[in-house]
């Protein structure tokens, strides 16, 4: 959509700084450049390790990025395929965005030389090769090693993304070419991604939201959500609540929306005759569509959407407590208390049993040929090899003496989760204890999705009220896999308790959306998955002349999709206000000097908070302009035949100087424009010369700060005592 943004009153406030006193060294003008923000970013993903491509093809490459110790970690970090025309500083730095420079970084200005946490890195034959930066190798290569920490030098990687990257340096701030970001993690922390600014939560920040309740199943025991069919299978007993139906056995539901597809109420029974049976354990899915379920006391039975009844055997021996799939697609494993067994679904004969010590309650992990068997009340997990069917090791349960929780396996890591009491205790592959989960309520279920790496548990209040500990909601928690740090908010699951049975989750691939009984209450609640806008695509600083035709473009995504307004700021971000009518990711409008300096931002909002891009400056010259002596546009500075060119002067050289601003002293054109001052003395048009500057403008203007700019760096620099002048082979590599 297109859009004019209102012309305040006049051209915003600026001016010409006074000429500043020479700095002595660039390890000064770095100094004073170290909180200049300007610039982009090139996205990557986060991962441990991770490789990024930059702009320009180079390969970026940091040995560690997630789990990271915030007190302080040693990262290697190498590159391939830069250029040997720009130095370059790698370091750790809050990612800003696309086309945003990263900054602030950690380290800040070193002056003394004795930092570790950022390096410099310059092409061959480079003057400050040596004691002040590193070359760089055949092909534009380097193998340096940096220490990073989570908060320090205004960096706080616990309120905002970070990224290790590589920037240009000092001599070329606004060259957003060298640009390339890995995001990093520390200790706790999802990786960070480059998702502008949260303003009530983080970007990106993901929560669920209860959706619907399905009440059409009586009292859910158990839930498979099937891999094929889609379908959603449920377990369940009658509700005494609804005394005209008997709703015991297997319910189909639709997920979406958690209406009644097939009801198998009816099972065969220890004579083989068929009667009303509840369908208490959901061992697994059958292919296709349908399961494989236990109903009391020992029936093994499976049915589909649209069966009439299930087909089962009546095992003997004691009731069944707990089935999962065999090894073969012909049997079931069941555990009758102590006692497992591996049975063939058709004939109820057991191929093979194991008598353990005690316990009732057991996870296979047929990835990694392993069983695990929980006896709680000895405080004890066995593992049981599925192809000599004989255990393999037993391991403590601590605090498990006389508790009822749940044993699930993470098919992604082969990680064992046991619910005891109010802990999860999580152990890998081959029995270590890697790490217990306190929460406030009952562990009563766990459940897996492979596809994003997350782990969902289902806590259930005890539901006795005269217990402080209790108050009638249980909660849903999330949690990454591998550290085990929370993936989500919590959410609140009211009402749900433990007094009439344990809950139960089903979890959509992709983790779209979790599914969790409530047998108290007699329904299932459906959560989605919701997540605050994280921008993808930001706007850039714009350059414009007056009545020229600009946009800016934002982009965003969040779950529900994000709505997005434009917002302008006249006062340099102080206030701001809407672009009227301004609701599309492009903003379009017709720039006038009135608007130079103006300020813009896009701010995106859905149900689960609001995300803005960083603000954006739009510059606006005058329309017309004359060239003088030369091929400079004359816009907006001093420039032409004999002009004198300011010891702060920003143009860009090959322009002349355009929309610089220039003060007296530094390079003396000629016939023609003025290039950067301070630049090795190129000249723009004919018979122009520049000569060394003499004021300590010419390091500064390299950067494309302004003078006015730089002036008031230096003097708040100097009001905290910083500014120290130094010999030129004292080590700037901290001052990005």
Same mark, same amino acid.
């Given at each position: 959509?297109?859009s004019?943004p209102?012309?305040?009153?006049?051209?915003?406030?600026g001016g010409?700084g006074?000429?500043?006193r020479?700095?002595?060294?660039?390890?000064?003008?770095?100094?004073?450049?170290?909180g200049?923000?300007?610039?982009a970013?090139v996205?990557?993903?986060a991962?441990?390790?991770k490789?990024?491509?930059g702009?320009q093809g180079?390969?970026?490459t940091?040995?560690?990025t997630a789990?990271l110790d915030?007190?302080?970690?040693k990262?290697?970090?190498t590159?391939?395929?830069?250029?040997?025309?720009?130095?370059i500083?790698v370091a750790?730095?809050k990612?800003?965005?696309?086309?945003r420079?990263?900054?602030p970084?950690?380290?800040?200005a070193d002056?003394?030389?004795?930092s570790?946490t950022s390096?410099?890195i310059v092409?061959?034959?480079d003057?400050y090769?040596?004691?002040?930066?590193s070359a760089?190798?055949?092909g534009g290569t380097?193998?340096v090693e940096i220490?990073?920490?989570?908060?320090?030098?205004?960096l706080?990687?616990?309120?905002?993304?970070?990224?290790?990257?590589?920037?240009?340096?000092h001599?070329?701030a606004?060259?957003r070419?060298?640009?390339?970001?890995?995001?990093?993690a520390?200790?706790g922390?999802e990786?960070?991604?480059p998702?502008?600014?949260?303003?009530?939560?983080?970007?990106g920040?993901?929560?669920?939201?209860?959706?619907a309740d399905?009440?059409?199943?009586?009292?859910?025991?158990?839930?498979?959500?099937h891999p094929?069919?889609?379908k959603?299978y449920?377990g369940?007993?009658?509700?005494p609540?609804t005394?005209?139906?008997?709703?015991r056995?297997?319910h189909?539901l639709n !997920?979406e =929306? &958690?209406? %009644?597809?097939s009801w198998i109420?009816q099972?065969? *029974? #220890?004579?083989?005759?068929?009667? $009303?049976s /509840?369908?208490?354990?959901?061992a697994?899915?059958? !292919?296709? =569509? &349908?399961v %494989?379920?236990?109903y009391p006391?020992r029936?093994? *039975? #499976?049915?589909?959407a649209?069966? $009439?009844? /299930?087909k089962?055997?009546?095992?003997?021996?004691?009731?069944?407590?707990?089935i999962a799939?065999g090894?073969?697609?012909d049997?079931?494993?069941?555990?009758?208390g102590a006692?497992?067994s591996?049975?063939?679904?058709?004939t109820?004969?057991?191929?093979?049993?194991?008598t353990?010590p005690?316990?009732?309650?057991?996870?296979t992990?047929?990835?990694r040929g392993?069983?695990w068997?929980?006896?709680?009340?000895?405080?004890?997990?066995h593992r049981?090899?599925l192809a000599s069917f004989?255990?393999?090791?037993?391991?403590?349960?601590?605090?498990?003496?006389g508790?009822?929780?749940?044993?699930?396996?993470?098919?992604?890591?082969?990680?064992?989760?046991?619910?005891?009491n109010?802990?999860?205790?999580?152990?890998?592959?081959?029995g270590?204890?890697?790490?217990?989960?306190?929460g406030k309520?009952?562990?009563?279920d766990?459940?897996?999705?492979t596809?994003?790496?997350r782990?969902?548990v289902?806590?259930?209040?005890g539901g006795?009220l005269?217990?402080?500990?209790?108050d009638?909601?249980?909660?849903?928690?999330?949690?990454?896999n591998?550290?085990?740090?929370v993936?989500?908010?919590?959410v609140?699951?009211?009402g749900?308790?433990?007094?009439a049975?344990s809950?139960s989750l089903a979890v959509?691939p992709?983790?779209?959306?979790?599914?969790?009984t409530s047998p108290a209450?007699?329904k299932i609640?459906?959560?989605v998955?919701q997540?605050?806008?994280?921008?993808t695509?930001?706007?850039?600083?714009?350059?414009a002349?007056?009545?020229?035709e600009?946009s800016l473009?934002?982009?965003?995504?969040?779950t529900p999709?994000?709505?997005?307004?434009?917002?302008?700021?006249t006062?340099g971000?102080q206030t701001?206000k809407?672009?009227?009518?301004?609701?599309?990711?492009?903003l379009?409008?017709?720039a006038?000097?009135?608007?130079?300096?103006?300020?813009?931002?896009?701010?995106?909002?859905?149900d689960?908070?609001?995300?803005?891009?960083?603000p954006?400056?739009?510059?606006?010259?005058?329309?017309?302009?004359g060239d003088?002596?030369g091929?400079?546009?004359t816009?907006?500075?001093?420039?032409g035949?004999g002009?004198?060119?300011?010891a702060?002067s920003?143009?860009d050289?090959s322009?002349?100087?355009?929309s610089?601003?220039?003060?007296?002293?530094?390079?003396?054109g000629?016939s023609?424009?003025?290039?950067?001052?301070g630049s090795?003395g190129?000249?723009?048009?004919?018979?122009g010369?520049?000569?060394a500057?003499?004021?300590?403008g010419g390091?500064?203007?390299?950067t494309g700060?302004?003078?006015?700019?730089v002036?008031?760096a230096?003097?708040a620099?100097?009001?905290?005592?910083?500014?120290?002048?130094?010999?030129?082979?004292?080590?700037?590599?901290?001052?990005l």
């Amino acid at each position: 959509m297109t859009s004019t943004p209102g012309t305040a009153p006049g051209t915003p406030a600026g001016g010409r700084g006074r000429p500043i006193r020479r700095a002595g060294t660039a390890a000064v003008a770095a100094l004073l450049l170290a909180g200049i923000p300007v610039g982009a970013a090139v996205s990557a993903d986060a991962g441990t390790p991770k490789t990024a491509t930059g702009p320009q093809g180079q390969k970026l490459t940091v040995s560690a990025t997630a789990g990271l110790d915030p007190d302080g970690q040693k990262v290697r970090v190498t590159g391939e395929g830069y250029g040997l025309t720009t130095g370059i500083y790698v370091a750790l730095c809050k990612d800003n965005g696309d086309n945003r420079v990263p900054s602030p970084c950690l380290g800040g200005a070193d002056m003394s030389g004795g930092s570790k946490t950022s390096q410099w890195i310059v092409p061959p034959g480079d003057p400050y090769e040596g004691d002040l930066a590193s070359a760089f190798g055949p092909g534009g290569t380097f193998d340096v090693e940096i220490e990073i920490t989570q908060k320090g030098d205004g960096l706080d990687c616990a309120e905002v993304a970070c990224s290790v990257v590589t920037r240009a340096d000092h001599r070329a701030a606004g060259n957003r070419t060298q640009d390339v970001r890995i995001p990093v993690a520390f200790a706790g922390q999802e990786p960070g991604e480059p998702g502008g600014e949260g303003v009530d939560v983080p970007a990106g920040t993901v929560s669920y939201k209860a959706a619907a309740d399905f009440t059409s199943a009586g009292k859910p025991l158990d839930l498979l959500l099937h891999p094929e069919s889609k379908k959603l299978y449920v377990g369940a007993d009658n509700l005494p609540d609804t005394a005209d139906v008997d709703e015991r056995g297997l319910h189909v539901l639709n !997920p979406e =929306d &958690g209406k %009644v597809e097939s009801w198998i109420s009816q099972a065969p *029974g #220890s004579t083989g005759e068929l009667r $009303a049976s /509840a369908a208490a354990r959901i061992a697994g899915p059958l !292919p296709g =569509d &349908g399961v %494989v379920y236990n109903y009391p006391l020992r029936g093994v *039975g #499976s049915a589909k959407a649209g069966d $009439a009844s /299930a087909k089962g055997v009546w095992l003997a021996g004691s009731t069944i407590t707990d089935i999962a799939p065999g090894t073969t697609k012909d049997t079931v494993l069941v555990a009758q208390g102590a006692k497992l067994s591996e049975i063939e679904r058709a004939t109820g004969t057991a191929v093979r049993s194991l008598t353990l010590p005690g316990g009732a309650q057991f996870a296979t992990d047929p990835e990694r040929g392993a069983l695990w068997y929980s006896d709680f009340t000895a405080g004890k997990l066995h593992r049981v090899d599925l192809a000599s069917f004989a255990v393999t090791g037993s391991f403590d349960l601590p605090g498990a003496q006389g508790a009822t929780g749940f044993t699930e396996t993470d098919p992604a890591t082969g990680a064992v989760w046991v619910g005891v009491n109010r802990s999860v205790l999580v152990f890998d592959a081959a029995g270590k204890l890697l790490k217990t989960l306190v929460g406030k309520d009952l562990a009563r279920d766990a459940a897996f999705d492979t596809a994003t790496g997350r782990a969902y548990v289902a806590w259930q209040d005890g539901g006795d009220l005269s217990d402080p500990a209790n108050d009638n909601n249980g909660t849903l928690t999330v949690y990454d896999n591998e550290d085990f740090a929370v993936a989500a908010k919590d959410v609140s699951l009211p009402g749900n308790h433990s007094q009439a049975g344990s809950a139960s989750l089903a979890v959509e691939p992709g983790g779209s959306a979790v599914y969790v009984t409530s047998p108290a209450e007699g329904k299932i609640t459906k959560l989605v998955r919701q997540v605050s806008p994280l921008v993808t695509r930001a706007p850039a600083d714009l350059t414009a002349k007056d009545g020229e035709e600009v946009s800016l473009t934002a982009e965003a995504e969040g779950t529900p999709e994000p709505t997005v307004r434009w917002q302008v700021s006249t006062d340099g971000s102080q206030t701001w206000k809407d672009v009227e009518g301004a609701s599309a990711s492009t903003l379009t409008f017709t720039a006038r000097t009135a608007q130079d300096g103006y300020r813009y931002r896009a701010e995106f909002r859905n149900d689960v908070g609001t995300t803005r891009t960083a603000p954006v400056t739009l510059t606006v010259t005058a329309a017309t302009g004359g060239d003088s002596g030369g091929n400079g546009d004359t816009s907006n500075g001093t420039d032409g035949s004999g002009s004198t060119g300011g010891a702060g002067s920003t143009g860009d050289g090959s322009a002349g100087g355009d929309s610089g601003t220039q003060s007296a002293g530094g390079s003396t054109g000629g016939s023609g424009s003025t290039g950067t001052a301070g630049s090795t003395g190129s000249t723009v048009g004919g018979g122009g010369t520049e000569t060394a500057a003499t004021s300590g403008g010419g390091s500064l203007a390299a950067t494309g700060a302004t003078v006015m700019s730089v002036t008031l760096a230096a003097a708040a620099l100097v009001g905290a005592g910083v500014l120290v002048h130094r010999r030129a082979r004292r080590r700037t590599e901290g001052a990005l």
